[in-house]
């Protein structure tokens, strides 16, 4: 049984179209044709819809530790490592195995380079030269694997009688996030390498969606008007306008446009996220929850994978280049596949994760899981 909070699994569909539709082209034809204003893409774009998957990722998870350590008073890190195994790696090694076969039959589809830093989790390292679009979308499955590999193992440390401690290690590593991505620019690093995306700057986002389950997810006294606040409309207000912050910010700073604007973004989300948590009967979750979008949220990560398989990151494709084909076919083979792929491939896995699964709290935090 797939059971989730209300309105997230909207929440991820739209990530993921926003994904899809970026590397589709449809946004760069849009705007080519004047129809979509300059303004309003930063608030659509796939990269803002791989924000939205950290903030929520983060959040989801660590409610689940917070849920287990509350019910056990630990938590049992070989479990969470079982469980993350069973829910990302199937997919992902398909991919890379289609990948490698189509890399050996096919011409000009990727690089042996490109592929190694694939398998071993680390493209959101891959200098420029190495990177290759086929596979540039795994550069966000490295982030939240190198993430999760540190974060349980903290938490288990420090939530238990160093929580204070265990919050400010996360603002500080919020906080300093920009800077370090500002320094490494600086540096000249971003002429080889996505700065933007190491772990250590874009991990800053599922570490906004892990510091606001510690704020609204303690069962402390202190966090009762922290809960209160987010599940008020004001929260969904103050959401919405740093998420559209495009909109509005008129300042001639780089920093301002390329680093600032982002991190705006992902507290808007962060907080729409928590006003969502607490409003599960609310006219928005009732349109997060409409059937079609819920199911697209439901099966968010084999879109996100197969895309990358069918749609390539661009539409864009080398001279003879013979994987992928053009965007139309691919967008019509990614609908067939990742559809079969759940049901099919992945649920079988799915199905082992209750083995390992976490001791429950009481309501309201037991309702939540992970994607």
Sequence with gaps: MHRTIRGF???????????????LGAYVALGDAGLLPRALLPMIHGG????????????????????????????SIRNFILRRTLRIFPLYILFLVIATLLHVFGHNVTSWDSLLYAYL????????????????????????????????????LLFGRRRPALVALVVTFIASAPFVHLLLIKAGLSERYFVDRWSFVAGAAIAVGCLLALAIG???SAAGPLRRLAGHPASLAIGALLYANSLYLTSDSWFVHNIGANY?????????????????????????????????????????????????????????????????TGFVLLLVAAPLSYHYFEKPFLRLKHRYAAAKAPAPLAAATAR
């Design 9 to 23: 699994d909207g929440i991820r569909a739209l990530a993921v179209i926003a994904v899809v539709l970026t590397h």
């Design 48 to 75: 803002t819809g791989v924000q939205a998957f950290f903030v929520l990722s983060g959040f989801l998870i660590t409610t689940l530790l917070i849920n287990e350590h509350r019910a056990s008073g630990t938590i």
């Design 121 to 156: 989790y680390s493209y959101n390292f891959v200098p420029r030269e190495l990177y290759t679009g086929f596979m540039g979308h795994t550069w966000s499955l490295a982030v939240e694997e190198h993430f999760y590999l540190v974060w349980p193992t903290v938490f288990l």
């Design 218 to 220: 303690s069962e402390r």
């Design 264 to 328: 705006l973004r992902t507290f808007g989300i962060a907080l729409a996220i928590a006003w969502i948590y607490f409003n599960p009967a609310s006219r928005l979750v009732a349109l997060l929850e409409v059937p079609p979008l819920k199911y697209i949220g439901l099966i968010s990560y084999g879109i996100y994978m197969y895309q990358g398989l069918f749609l390539d990151t661009g539409p864009a494709r080398d001279p003879g280049q013979s994987w992928p084909p053009d965007p139309a």
